[in-house]
């Protein structure tokens, strides 16, 4: 549950949302609709076409499956098929086009599904050398995409006959993959040192062109020219690709606890937060991203898929239907809240300055303090009453040494402490 008032942090270097409400609340702009449980095992991935959610499933003692629900009522769901493939792994990731379904397996392989009836599934063919587990898939046109961690890397597979894949190609990462994106020319890994981006404009000979580095990447979506990481220890992080082969890091976002899955509508990302639940944040502007609404409820929020105004979440053995309108809604950055207090500093990381901006929806008194690691404080940036609207504040770092400081903002009763990295 939600208790107010404790500060919610948006951004990891530096981006602070805190509310005011003297009430518990577990929700914002999104409202649970339907939920759907499997009969076993748990959901661990979850794709949406049409009217219909496909979910992998395994893990707990259970093999691993393919479950289909029609959701062409998203109050009332209903199971139309259930498939399993294997006796004792878990389906790890899941893409769905057209009539197709592709599985990404922990036997070590991919499984291929027509789903042109959605009602009766039916098992293609695999591929892989069974062994190493295959943690994602993405389909673009006549190949899938999967990433596996052993051998560590990325398989290209031609699917354009689906009854008979086959690999044509591997590009090998120095690094352990775990999410994986493909758009237009480029396919996007995340992995535990970083965001990679390999060139696959010739399928049968991809190539690593570049990295973002940073530590415990998990999944990845993109969205027109940026791409939005989920990082272990509670975070996503957004990446310019504009040029895909030089990513440039642009901002953290703080959604606390765990992250796992993290999809796109809109100008939104929908960030799967294990037990703060499911986050949608407003990235029309991706320097500054801006939480429009949340719903966390008794859900433990592993992975997430948008279609239109619904998201479909797995939680554990259930896949709940959350309805988010109101969060996607192009006006959602003036419904986040009648208190909403927000900071940002950029370029982080910095050298030798950075700015430090923050809009105030009331006048009121702000101060903001910036210490080293030990607790020691080094500046106090402000500590004055402001008026409603913008400001900026120059935070020079000169007289520092390269490393770590905690910047420190407070407003009235509200308190948030977040990192800035002083690079020399």
Known sequence: MRHSPLPRSI????????????????????????????????????????????????????????????????????????????????????????????????????????????????HLSNVGEGFGLVWDVALQGNYAYTVRYAPRGMSVVN?????????????????????????????????????????????????????????????????????????????????????????RVMTYVHTGGYVDGIATANDHVLVAAGNGGLQIYDVSNPEVPIESGYYEGTIWASKVAGNGPYAYVASENHLEILDCSDALASKSRTLAHPFTFILACYPNPFNPSTTISFSLPQTGVVKVSVFDVTGRRVQTLADKRFEAGEHRLNFNGTSLATGVYLIRAEAGAFRQTQKLMLIR
């Open 11 to 122: 951004s990891l270097f530096g981006i602070l949302v805190f509310f005011s409400t003297a009430f518990a609340q577990d929700s914002l702009n999104i409202r649970r609709i339907g939920e759907i449980s499997l009969e076993r095992g748990l959901v661990t991935c979850v794709a949406v076409e049409g009217q219909y959610v496909y979910a992998g499933t395994g893990a707990d003692s259970t093999g691993e499956g393919l479950w289909v629900v029609d959701v062409s009522n998203p109050a009332h769901p209903s199971s139309v098929a259930f498939d399993t493939i294997s006796a004792n792994n878990a389906a790890l990731g899941i893409s769905v086009a057209e009539s197709l379904a592709v599985i990404a397996s922990g036997a070590g392989q991919t499984d291929i599904y027509d789903i042109r009836d959605p009602h009766a599934p039916q």
């Open 159 to 247: 699917i354009a006959e689906p009854a008979n894949p086959s690999i044509i190609s591997f590009a090998g990462i120095n690094d352990d993959p775990s999410g994986l994106c493909v758009s237009g020319d480029f396919a996007y890994l995340a992995a535990a040192c970083g965001l990679h981006v390999i060139d696959i404009r010739d399928p049968y000979s991809p190539q690593e062109a570049a990295i973002a580095p940073d530590s415990g990447a998990v999944h990845v979506a993109v969205l027109s020219d940026h791409a939005y990481v989920t990082i272990s220890g509670g975070y996503f992080c957004v990446v310019d690709i504009t040029n895909p082969q030089v990513p």
